[in-house]
């Protein structure tokens, strides 16, 4: 398994690109599903979960043609099968986002429940109540979930926890549902609604995407064809402006959308970071060593769980005491022994991290144990004194397109080193 070996102490300064999101691509490849439209995507992101789910809609019956910089061509004219194996799924549990699709279009779907992960039991049941409202039969058996609805009719679905996936996936599975859907508390990231936008080109009806209700008047099939560029990254982004505080260093992150940072941008001048809109995107500018600061992570718009590890890192070289407390997930600390190995002063009650900022932290082999907290790693160690050596960079690769070479071209001290076994 690759390793990734990072020379700290540099500050980082340049430009960089953010890739497409990879929480926008995951949806918006799935909802090909819904339709036999042919389709164009660009700004997929090269990552390892995105040729998952590649592997999966091939499986499936998808026709996929790369054409490199220009994107991938997508068409499902029929299924060959309507069953997601758990040698997929349990590889990534956004692979529950083929049940929607696949319960609506050909009534039917058996997709392997996805299992926990390092951040928590991430169980399904919000999906699964809501295609039970709308008329589908629900069996969970043999650890997969059977979906099956003559036509799923629609309904109003109130979510009590405003999930990300479980929205999508119902709001894809309302597109094609006799009647109006309407899911209220509906997660409002911005991933939402730049599936809905993909889904209005196939031919949906869809209001208030990217709100807590969203609307979806059904349609008896979704012929059109749809031409779209996924979203940037806006974590990736926040990784990036993360590395320029706890350099030192000053970066500019290209191509971000600066409304997808509000919260964290707000929370990036409050610990001090000079953060400024520019033409191309959002740049950070390191000021003084960093200001201890209080962080809840929320829903969207709130501060994202999926910064939280890497503003931990920041935290940990602050002038202060912070308490960062994760609302969202309830186990997603697994980076805080990692970064005790490196020097860090981090105490755990529940929820509830105490971070005592120290001086310096010193290079150390660490683990990566899931996608953001192998990036707090890469942070702790571009700003270490010494050496840090990252084993399980699979975890990185998930999420992060060309990590060593964005951070070398910044002027990190970063290299991937193979390993023989
Ligand atoms: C999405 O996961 C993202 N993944 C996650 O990003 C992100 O951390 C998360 O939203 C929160 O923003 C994708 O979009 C592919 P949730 P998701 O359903 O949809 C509970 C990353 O690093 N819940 O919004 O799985 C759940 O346990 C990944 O890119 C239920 O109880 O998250 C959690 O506590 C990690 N029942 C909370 O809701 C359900 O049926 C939020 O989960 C569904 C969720």
């Given at each position: 398994?690759d ?8 500050p980082?300064?340049g ?6 999101a990879?929480?926008a691509a ?11 439209g ?8 090269k ?27 997508v ?25 929607g699709?696949?319960?609506?279009r050909?009534?039917?779907a ?7 992960c ?18 589908a039969?629900?069996?969970i058996?043999?650890?997969y979930?059977?979906?099956k ?9 109130y ?8 929205t999508?996936?119902?709001m894809?599975a ?5 009647g ?14 730049d ?13 208030g ?7 979806i ?13 996924i ?16 350099t ?12 997808h ?24 500018t ?10 809840k ?12 590890a890497?503003?931990?890192a ?5 002038n ?51 996608l ?31 990590i060593?070479?964005k ?15």
């Amino acid at each position: 398994m690759d390793k990734i070996l990072i020379k700290g102490g540099k500050p980082l300064k340049g430009d960089v690109a953010v890739s497409g999101a990879k929480n926008a691509a995951l949806p918006v490849l799935a909802a090909t599903l819904l339709g036999p439209g042919e389709h164009r995507i660009s700004n997929i992101p090269k990552l390892m979960d995105v040729a998952t789910i590649k592997r999966l809609l091939n499986h499936l019956g998808a026709v996929i043609s790369d054409h490199g910089p220009d994107g991938w061509t997508v068409r499902v004219p029929d299924l060959s099968r309507c069953e997601a194996p758990y040698e997929l799924v349990k590889t990534m549990r956004a692979s529950v986002l083929v049940l929607g699709p696949l319960a609506a279009r050909f009534g039917e779907a058996r997709v392997s429940l996805p299992g926990g992960c390092a951040i928590g039991a991430r169980p399904i049941n919000l999906h699964l109540m809501g295609l039970e409202k709308m008329g589908a039969e629900i069996k969970i058996e043999h650890g997969y979930v059977s979906v099956k609805a003559k036509r799923l009719k629609g309904a109003r679905i109130y979510l009590d926890m405003p999930s990300v996936t479980g929205t999508e996936n119902l709001m894809m599975a309302a597109t094609l549902a006799e009647g109006v859907t309407v899911i209220e508390n509906a997660a409002r990231e911005p991933e939402v609604a730049d599936l809905a936008q993909f889904l209005i080109q196939c031919g949906a009806k869809i209001t208030g995407a990217g709100t807590d209700a969203i609307t979806i008047d059904g349609v008896e099939s979704l012929n059109g064809s749809a031409a779209h560029r996924i979203m940037p990254d806006r974590i990736e982004a926040g990784t990036y402006l993360a590395a320029a505080a706890i350099t030192g260093g000053d970066i500019l992150v290209r191509g971000c959308n600066p409304r997808h940072l509000d919260a964290v941008a707000l929370k990036l001048r409050e610990i001090g970071v000079e953060i400024r809109e520019e033409p191309e995107g959002l740049r950070a500018t390191a000021r003084d060593r960093v200001r201890a600061v209080d962080i809840k992570t929320l829903p969207y718009p709130g501060f994202p769980t999926d910064m939280q590890a890497q503003i931990m890192a920041l935290m940990t070289l602050s002038n202060g005491l912070s308490v960062i407390t994760e609302t969202v997930f309830e186990n997603r600390f697994s980076h805080v022994a990692e970064l005790r190995r490196m020097g860090a002063d981090i105490q755990i009650e529940s929820r509830n991290a105490i971070i005592k900022g120290v001086r310096r932290l010193s290079g150390a082999p660490v683990m990566a144990s899931d996608l953001r907290a192998s990036a707090s790693l890469v942070l702790a160690g571009l700003a270490a004194e010494g050496e840090t050596e990252i084993s399980r960079v699979y975890h990185l690769d998930r999420g992060y397109e060309g990590i060593e070479r964005k951070f070398s071209n910044l002027g990190g001290e970063i290299t991937r080193i193979g390993q023989t076994s």
